[in-house]
């Protein structure tokens, strides 16, 4: 029996809880693709590398962190992608009107993905109509009220948002971070706390792991449901803000496919798509790891646009197939 | 017990009632705007009308659709059905595009060969991918999601290869016994499947596993095998699906061909009242949903809504039947019969749906 070998049955009999073995399987597997990456290439194994996978990813960050709300109780959110788009869109589109400011703008931004969220939430809820194709019909609204506002490419010229798009914050050793992933950081934190130390984690958990079970024990379901959509709206709408400061535009193609990433994100992190288990730091490995796939594949350099492809489904693969079999079979 | 419910409330009660008002009330909106809407006529030999047109164009969507309620059956997802799609319309028309005849029709055979050979082998590595590893459907499926249109990219090198073959040009454009033979093979499978899964066991078994894995494994159903087969049988339609999509513009475009067709797809086994939990599906429900899309893609050209537009008013569409579909929606707008709290199984859950 290879089982009785595993690293998880050691792991366990290491006293680790079984609960943390995935999300350490995802930072060990992280770890070593890493140093697979500093063997291959020269000038990989330096901390700016790590910090720039934060930098190029701060947006995807912030809107997966969203979506762990959503599927720890179960649902999915299909609609981020679109709302990262809008939020850039509307962003834009007020800037370069001029009468607003930029942090009236930001403030509608949010304001905007959030209630988007809530009513999704709301519709899920009340209607009792699966998440996946209420966030679709999500999904193609705020993809269609893109177009609406514009099909071409705005630029974005306020001082306020090239600021943030260019300030680098200096840590030690000629390493730097923008403020984007400050603020990713921050809402990682603040997401954790509300997870694990809030009454409305312990709610997501609970209606995750069995909604009839959740209701009949009183918590409040139909609060915590539409609440984990509402804050996945608000952080789709927070990542279209990043994602505007590092792009410095607003189009509607942005972002397309992005809430596959965020899925992925959470899911190699460890999280079950049925919802009650997976933890936030596990989200944030699963965004390294698809960062540093793209940093890789950079580094390879070379690749025409289809085998960059193959060679993201390989990577992606391994890694799956490796957490797969070392975390192994639950039951 | 079904006896004794009113004739009426049985009708509304069936579950493909309303995706049904809501095809017929497409089709009604667009014999409003456009004279002569329902009329079919006979030109060249072959039908000609807007609702052939529906049927045709709307072929593929139905086949990839049917074979994701199976998929969505055993309660899980296929992502990748639309870089299959591409995958084996490049296949195929490389393959012909090498040919010395391309109206040679044991080649064009073998192109079709190929490229359903390659979908199953793709389809069985999803299946392995969820039946043996044990992963997550929809993080196995997106794998083959992203490589697989790089795949298509690769076999088409990154190139449109245009083809011209009358007998593989028959598969997606082409008429047999005045029929569009796409619509032909979309009805042959549809009949094939509706009878290995409602005639035979195979329809139990897959709602076996999807229902309750644990359960299903308990009395002895192979899981594994049967996974491995639909997901097979999911790649095999969206295969068809692709070589029917290629035939049609007589060229493989890897990067658009097939794309976003599983959101379609998905959307269309939803619709038809097919729960994404898995357990329970509806062949005959999938074809409506899969018809309505591709009614509501005609109705947005008929009526001239604006480009820009087209994704709001499907978003309305989409939310439109979802409401109307939902007893919970129902419940509260009409303020009809109270909820039979009573009861545990509603009278309209008890229908059997033949597919």
């Known amino acids: ?331 | 017990m079904t006896g004794t419910v009113p004739l009426a409330r049985r009708i509304t009660g069936h579950r493909l009632f309303w995706p049904a008002v809501v095809l017929a009330g497409l089709l009604l909106l667009n014999l409003a705007l456009t004279d002569g809407f329902f009329s079919v006529e006979i030109k060249d030999g072959h039908l000609y009308g807007s609702l052939v047109d529906i049927a045709r164009f709307g072929a593929p969507l139905i086949l990839v659709a049917l074979g994701m309620t199976l998929v969505i059956a055993t309660g899980g997802i296929d992502l990748s059905v639309g870089s299959v799609v591409a995958i084996s319309g490049a296949l195929a028309c490389l393959s012909i595009s090498g040919l010395e005849d391309q109206n040679s029709v044991t080649g064009v055979l073998t192109a079709v060969g190929l490229a359903l050979g390659l979908a199953l082998v793709l389809g069985a590595w999803n299946g392995m991918l969820v039946a043996v590893a044990g992963i997550q459907p929809i993080v196995a499926t997106l794998i083959l999601m992203v490589a697989g249109r790089g795949l298509a990219q690769l076999i088409t090198d990154g190139q449109i290869i245009t083809i011209n073959s009358a007998p593989y040009k028959l598969i997606g454009g082409g008429y047999w016994l005045t029929l569009p033979f796409g619509v032909l093979i979309a009805a042959l499978l549809l009949a094939l499947t509706a009878f290995l899964t409602r005639r035979l066991a195979l329809g139990l078994l897959i709602e076996a596993v999807g229902g309750n894995a644990e359960a299903g494994r308990l009395s002895g159903v192979n899981a594994r095998g049967l996974l491995i087969t639909v997901y097979a049988f999911c790649a095999l339609c969206a295969g068809i699906a692709g070589l029917m999509i290629s035939s049609n513009v007589s060229s493989a475009d890897g990067n658009n061909a097939g794309l976003w067709i599983e959101l379609d797809a998905i959307l269309a086994v939803v619709i038809g009242g097919t729960a994404l939990t898995g357990g329970r599906f509806s062949l005959g429900g999938t074809i409506l949903g899969a018809l309505i899309i591709q009614t509501l893609t005609t109705t947005i050209y008929t009526i001239g809504v604006p480009p820009e537009t087209t994704l709001l008013f499907k978003a309305l569409v989409v939310t439109v039947v979802c409401l109307l579909q939902s007893p919970a929606f129902r419940a509260r707008a009409f303020h009809r019969r109270r909820r039979p709290a009573a009861t545990p199984a509603p009278a309209d859950e008890k229908v059997e749906v033949r597919a």
């Open chain 1, 1 to 331: 029996m290879m089982a009785a070998f595993s690293p998880a049955v050691l792991a366990r009999r290491a006293a680790v809880p079984r609960k943390y073995v995935p999300v350490l399987v995802t930072a060990c597997l992280f770890a070593a693709m890493f140093a697979a990456g500093g063997v291959r290439y020269e000038g990989f194994v330096t901390g700016q590398v790590v910090l720039n996978v934060f930098i190029d990813n701060a947006f995807l960050l912030v809107v997966a962190v969203g979506m762990t709300f959503v599927i720890l109780t179960g649902g999915i959110d299909l609609s981020v992608g679109s709302v990262v788009a809008l939020s850039t869109m509307i962003s834009a589109s007020l800037l370069a009107g001029g009468s607003w400011p930029a942090p009236a703008v930001m403030v509608l931004v949010l304001a905007i993905g959030t209630v988007l969220g809530l009513a999704m939430g709301a519709i899920i809820h009340y209607f009792e109509i699966q998440p996946f194709i209420v966030t679709l019909a999500g999904m193609f609204l705020a993809r269609g009220l893109c177009y609406t506002i514009g099909t071409e490419s705005i630029s974005i010229t306020d001082p306020t948002f090239t600021a943030l798009a260019q300030t680098r914050i200096d840590l030690f050793a000629e390493m730097w971070i923008s403020p984007s992933v400050l603020i990713g950081l921050v809402v990682v934190l603040a997401a954790a706390y509300v997870l694990h130390y809030t009454r409305l984690g312990r709610n997501v958990y609970a209606v995750g792991g069995g909604e009839q079970s959740a209701l009949l024990m009183g918590l409040p379901v139909a609060r915590t449901k539409i609440a984990v959509y509402g804050i996945s709206g608000f952080c789709s709408a927070l990542g279209g803000l990043l994602l505007s400061f590092y792009m410095l535009s607003g189009y509607g193609l942005h972002a397309v496919g992005m809430e596959l990433d965020a899925i992925a994100a959470v899911v190699i992190g460890g999280t079950l798509l049925t919802g009650g288990s997976g933890y936030l730091l596990g989200t944030v490995l699963g965004v390294l790891v698809l960062g540093l796939i793209q940093t890789i594949i950079s580094f390879e350099g070379t690749l025409s646009s289809w085998w960059t492809k193959i060679f993201i489904g390989l990577l992606l693969f391994a890694f799956i197939l490796l957490q797969r079999l070392i975390s192994g079979r639950s039951k």
